[in-house]
């Protein structure tokens, strides 16, 4: 998949429960079968699902979600029944009840995003850290920069002197 895919699988990963999930209809879009059949699939083989893979989302979190994306409202053509969100184990179980060649191909990109995704979480910690590590290092110096110039201060008295020479032309 191009990268111009992966940006948009990107977008359609979300952070619910503190875990990145995408939905049962954005999957459906990117596997080109109608949502329904993905849930129908995921229906005949609950084993495979367990709760770490899919869940249900509550209503506040669909309302959340729905608010951040604009859908469309129940009464205009939207939803009947609250979404399922697929975890990235379960992306990866989907692999195995939807036996397309489409499928397959998508599988790929979803899960090469999803470990993108998780290395460039692992870079921004690092990164984190380097920078706690800095910002302690930076106040120790200036501590002791600022204890040396008032003791400083206490040994040396500013002297100007009473009478200057005059310097330049006359």
Partial sequence: MSAAGLSKIEKMIYI???QKVMLD????????????AINRQVLRNKDRF???FMFKLTSEEFEL???QNGTSNDGRGGRRYLPNVFTEGGVAMLSSVLTSERAALVNVSIIRTFIRLRSFLAMENQ????VTKLEQGTNKLFKV??????SMEELTEIRIPAKRKRIGLK
């Fill in 16 to 18: 619910i429960r503190d």
């Fill in 50 to 52: 367990p709760k770490d």
């Fill in 127 to 130: 990164i984190q850290d380097r």
């Fill in 145 to 150: 920069v600022f204890e040396r110039l008032d």
């Fill in 65 to 67: 979600l729905r608010c």
């Fill in 25 to 36: 209809s954005d999957l459906a879009e990117l596997y080109g079968v109608e949502t329904k």
